[in-house]
């Protein structure tokens, strides 16, 4: 990896000087009432709290999905793999992909194909909680981000968290980065 992670405008990741990553907030709800993938309802902050650890904050039934971007013309291999507690066969399969534009990735699907959202703290039990991701370029691991209660982010940034997601907050056009 050529240089440092390192937070850019407080809510884009950059791993390197290769590829940057938002991480959007949206309802848990979305997606048991509708069948298209989530829109953005806000970006969440990031922390860089060491050189390899990120943390951003989520609450109950909020959902994230990644925006990856890559920060030169040129490809890059790209994998996220699920952090998260239990037997490594109950976790969703690592996601890897050139990515050459943007790529909202909404979660892992697991071995049988089951979809697993990026929710840290699930209301629906079907749903496996999400301790964060593990982002990768081209087979180094670059990164970990784990998602944080608000209590626990607030608490080790010293800044707020965002304000629960309302309704009037989704975004209506393009997906964001």
Request: hydrophobic share 40%; aromatic share 8%; proline share 9%.
């Given at each position: 990896?050529?240089?440092?992670?390192?937070?850019?405008?407080?809510?884009?990741?950059?791993?390197?000087?290769?590829?940057?990553?938002?991480?959007?907030?949206?309802?848990?709800?979305?997606?048991?009432?509708?069948?298209?993938?989530?829109?953005?309802?806000?970006?969440?902050?990031?922390?860089?709290?060491?050189?390899?650890?990120?943390?951003?904050?989520?609450?109950?039934?909020?959902?994230?999905?990644?925006?990856?971007?890559?920060?030169?013309?040129?490809?890059?291999?790209?994998?996220?793999?699920?952090?998260?507690?239990?037997?490594?066969?109950?976790?969703?399969?690592?996601?890897?992909k050139i990515?050459?534009?943007?790529?909202?990735l909404h979660?892992?699907?697991?071995?049988?194909?089951?979809?697993?959202?990026?929710?840290?703290?699930?209301?629906?039990?079907?749903?496996?909680?999400?301790?964060?991701?593990?982002?990768?370029?081209?087979?180094?691991?670059?990164?970990?981000?784990?998602?944080?209660?608000?209590?626990?982010?607030?608490?080790?940034?010293?800044?707020?968290?965002?304000?629960?997601?309302?309704?009037?907050?989704?975004?209506?056009?393009w997906p964001?980065?």
């Open positions: 990896m050529r240089g440092a992670a390192r937070v850019i405008d407080g809510y884009r990741l950059a791993i390197g000087d290769r590829l940057a990553v938002s991480f959007q907030r949206y309802p848990e709800a979305i997606l048991r009432e509708r069948t298209e993938l989530p829109r953005s309802y806000g970006v969440a902050p990031v922390e860089l709290w060491l050189a390899t650890n990120a943390v951003l904050p989520v609450r109950e039934g909020e959902g994230i999905w990644l925006g990856l971007s890559p920060q030169t013309s040129m490809t890059l291999t790209t994998q996220v793999a699920w952090l998260g507690a239990g037997k490594t066969d109950h976790l969703p399969l690592p996601w890897s990515v050459s534009k943007l790529e909202a979660g892992l699907n697991k071995p049988n194909g089951v979809f697993c959202p990026f929710i840290r703290f699930p209301q629906d039990p079907d749903f496996i909680p999400c301790l964060g991701v593990v982002i990768s370029i081209e087979n180094r691991e670059s990164i970990q981000v784990r998602f944080a209660s608000v209590a626990e982010y607030e608490a080790k940034s010293g800044k707020q968290a965002p304000r629960p997601i309302s309704p009037d907050d989704c975004y209506g056009g964001l980065p």
